[in-house]
């Protein structure tokens, strides 16, 4: 079999050129036929950011030199999220690069794309040891990704194997009233990319007390996202509740994480130090946290939705926990 590396950065070159051909641009057509939450520039951005983060040869042979490779291939199945395009991803470049086999199960909601990208690694290796999961067949490990109530199945099925689950996470923005126009632009970029739904979306803002926070204003391109503004816009105004209105999102005042893709919600904080507990207190609720500041693990303005190599989901190794026996 070719050089793990070199699959994946091969993948990357055929990617650099995803959208142009027609096959392609018919995968795309397909992917939004069945998820009515897709669009275009959200998969073509997708698609740009695991090329640009995850698959540059010289990356990942920086990042896989802290792992070894397995010398005793193990059965990993690997249940998909579907919320954003693509986002089971890096679990099956994870699960590939650490030695191991991938037994996916791919969202419902993201199968067209995921197949796309699985046809195009078999095209460049054909021995890729990638097969479908079957709830019916036993897995060394698993590695699964849902919402609390799946988690809470997963565990039960699971409950012999060695597994990783991920549920509901959030992701805020920490301000201090000093970003420049460039940083609040891709602030707003960091906000409504993939319509609010991936759990790197920011939909939390800590801002201090007194300052007027002005967002740039921007359009929702999701058909069921502008439903979705609209309705919250007519509640809010019936109730006579304050909101700002971004056109792509509301902000609201408040201290919870919202319950609506529609909503932001800014909490105005008088001490950073505040905020710095806040964010320890929930800790394993934040997925990310972007800011210019001083703040542990935190990202710039704009990268929220360009995780690296090295950024794990819920802060857990996926690569140790693959490796560990």
Not at 55 to 67: A, G, I
Not at 104 to 115: A, F, G
Not at 163 to 187: D, F, I, N, P, T
Request: with cysteine; hydrophobic share 40%.
């Amino acid at each position: 079999m070719r050089d793990i590396i070199d699959i994946f950065a091969t993948l990357g070159d055929k990617l650099q050129s995803f959208g142009d051909d027609s096959h392609a641009s018919a995968v795309i057509e397909s992917a939004i036929e069945q998820n009515g939450w897709f669009t275009k520039p959200d998969i073509e951005r997708a698609v740009e950011a695991i090329r640009t983060e995850m698959l540059q040869p010289e990356s990942l042979t920086k990042w896989l030199s802290d792992y070894p490779r397995a010398t005793s291939p193990k059965r990993v199945a690997i249940i998909m999220a579907g919320n954003i395009p693509l986002v089971g991803f890096f679990d099956l470049l994870c699960v590939l690069c650490s030695g191991h086999e991938a037994h996916i199960k791919p969202s419902s909601k993201d199968r067209v794309l995921m197949q796309y990208i699985i046809d195009t690694l078999r095209s460049i290796e054909p021995s890729l040891p990638i097969y479908n999961y079957s709830s019916e067949e036993r897995y060394d490990m698993v590695i699964a990704t849902g919402g609390d109530d799946a988690n809470r199945y997963f565990e039960s099925h699971f409950a012999d194997t060695k597994r990783l689950l991920r549920g509901s996470r959030h992701s805020v923005a920490v301000l201090s009233g000093k970003e420049s126009a460039e940083e609040l632009k891709a602030l707003v970029e960091d906000i409504t990319a993939y319509s609010g739904l991936g759990c790197r979306s920011v939909s939390m803002i800590f801002a201090p007390e007194g300052v007027n926070i002005e967002l740039p204003h921007s359009t929702a391109i999701n058909t069921k996202l502008r439903r979705n503004i609209a309705s919250m816009r007519a509640l809010y105004t019936i109730q006579q509740r304050k909101f700002v209105d971004y056109g792509a999102f509301l902000m609201v005042e408040g201290k919870e994480f919202a319950t609506s893709l529609a909503l932001v919600v800014i909490q105005r904080y008088n001490d950073i130090a505040d905020v710095r507990a806040w964010l320890t207190e929930h800790r394993d609720h934040i997925q990310c946290v972007v800011s210019h500041l001083d703040i542990d693990g935190c990202v710039a303005f704009g990268e929220a939705q360009h995780p690296t190599l090295w950024e794990y989901a819920d802060g857990v190794d996926t690569m140790k926990f693959l490796a560990e026996e």
